[in-house]
């Protein structure tokens, strides 16, 4: 069995015992990412009590997340079988490169026993250091072809410029982009042509932030029929 598998959850919440015979110090564990980072790690500590325990699996959903029990058994494989008065760690790493914002992924342990499996939580704060406000301009078909704005912020302790910026279609949804604080604030002002069809478009913006993660954001703009909403059933 390998020492890490890849997977991904949804966590609950925290909480001392998590079985009758292994107690985990946690079981929720929050991270503050720094920008630069990509790679952080949650860890659980337990200790079994009561006749011991053996872990079936410990599992993830997501590629973005592993997870590994520690200390290894001399031959570096995973120890599942553990005797009462025993102390060991989960650790559960997280890719962070896809994210931002906050987000929850858990790693589902599993006991022999047992049948509901535990939940470890891995709560990731990743910053934002070019955020759009918002992220898509949204126009409902048929509608009037006012202009939409979306606002460009960095959060950064340092300024990040935006050097280029290009658009797919700006055939139907011509837009200007407008410096309010160079290396701080700018704008993406966007007047459709034309909301008598259904459209969309991509206005990508490249910087020159030093961490790749941000040297490249896109904004979106789309037209779609507007959403007509149901009566409830019964509704008087």
């Not at 959850?9 to 925290?14: A, D, K």
């Not at 072809?145 to 949804?173: C, D, G, L, M, Q």
């Not at 790749?212 to 019964?234: C, D, E, H, N, Q």
């Amino acid at each position: 069995m390998n020492c890490f598998k890849a997977t991904a959850l949804v966590f609950v919440g925290m909480g001392m015992s998590l079985s009758a015979r292994m107690v985990f110090e946690t079981k929720l564990v929050e991270i503050d990412v720094k920008p630069d980072e990509t790679f952080v790690t949650g860890e659980f500590p337990f200790e079994v009590t009561g006749g011991g325990e053996t872990i079936i699996s410990y599992d993830a959903l997501c590629s973005c997340l592993a997870g590994r029990v520690e200390p290894l058994l001399p031959d570096r494989s995973a120890k599942l079988s553990w005797k009462a008065g025993e102390k060991g760690v989960i650790k559960a790493r997280f890719d962070t490169s896809k994210f931002l914002g906050t987000v929850d992924k858990a790693i589902e342990l599993k006991l022999k026993g047992e049948k509901e499996p535990i939940h470890l939580t891995v709560r990731v704060n990743v910053p934002d250091l070019v955020q759009l406000t918002p992220s898509t301009l949204k126009w409902d078909k048929g509608s009037e072809a006012v202009e939409k704005v979306i606002k460009v912020k960095i959060t950064h302790s340092e300024p990040i410029k935006i050097i280029s910026h290009s658009a797919n279609n700006e055939k139907t949804y011509p837009y200007e982009f407008k410096t309010i604080k160079e290396g701080w604030e700018y704008e993406i002002r966007v007047k459709p042509t034309d909301t008598a069809q259904s459209g969309m478009g991509m206005i990508s913006l490249r910087t020159d932030s030093k961490i790749s993660k941000f040297k490249r954001t896109t904004a979106y703009v789309t037209t779609k029929p507007k959403l007509k909403m149901k009566p409830l059933s019964g509704a008087r």
